[in-house]
């Protein structure tokens, strides 16, 4: 794409906003992502500590697909989730490649806020042999204890808050390696969302996901993969 073409062409969408997600009361969700998960994700939603204790659309998108990846893709791989939340996409990873000997540490992060909560969902699932909550507040280094490079990077939902854009592009500039794959998914609701991946596509080799078939679906809530 050139700089010339208009920053609404980026995925070729209009501009219509999208509505808002429904808020939740505080409770305990479970999750099978239409029963691609056996048993089911146990999820704490709380608001409390700010909007991502809740589960939202592009969470849910990228869980189903990674949960439809081959368990060999997946396995003995360094995982890292930013922007984490409650947990959801890393946490159903590590769920689906139980037992714990099918991959090391899957490494949900985000900021002080959220830690305590992504702490209750790893209790919730008996999965802290499988994963781990840190802070991670973006631009800053990584924290000590996440792969360097990981092979896997998960980040659903991240793009909201414009003035954090050049943070996350930071971390990500970090994190990702010459053999790093990224699972970027993000919700368009406004112009600044595709400003966001017109910069990553001058950072990163930026490829859309074209093996989903739910992609007509979500697609047509402006949710891109």
């Keep these: 794409m050139s700089d010339s ?32 998960l056996r048993p089911p994700l146990r999820l704490q939603e709380d608001l409390a500590n700010g909007c991502g204790g809740q589960l939202w659309p592009a969470g849910m998108v ?4 990674m949960l439809r990846k081959n ?13 984490a939340g409650g947990g959801l996409v890393g946490l159903a990873l590590a769920l689906h490649l139980q037992p714990a000997a099918n991959l090391t540490t899957i490494h949900i992060t985000d900021q002080i806020p959220m830690v305590s909560l992504m702490n209750q969902n790893i209790s919730l699932n008996n999965l802290s042999s499988s994963a781990t909550a840190t802070i991670y507040d973006w ?13 896997i990077i998960l980040a659903a939902d991240c793009v909201y808050f414009e003035p954090a854009f050049p943070l996350l592009q930071k971390t990500l500039q970090d994190l990702i390696g010459e053999n790093t794959v990224c699972y970027f998914c993000f919700k368009k609701r406004r112009r600044a969302d595709l400003q966001f991946m017109k910069v990553a596509r001058k950072m990163f080799r930026v490829v859309e996901v074209d093996d989903d078939g739910d992609r007509e679906v979500y ?4 949710i891109f993969l």
Excluded: W
């Design 71 to 83: 368990k060999d893709e997946l396995s003995r791989k360094s995982i890292v989730e930013l922007g």
């Design 139 to 151: 631009g800053t280094p990584p924290p000590p204890g996440i792969p360097q490079l990981p092979d």
């Design 219 to 222: 697609g047509r809530e402006n």
């Design 5 to 36: 073409e208009p920053d609404d062409s980026v995925f070729g969408v209009s501009e219509d906003l999208v509505p808002p997600a429904v808020i939740k009361s505080a409770g305990i969700s479970e999750v099978d992502f239409d029963g691609l």
């Design 62 to 65: 990228l869980s189903k697909y």
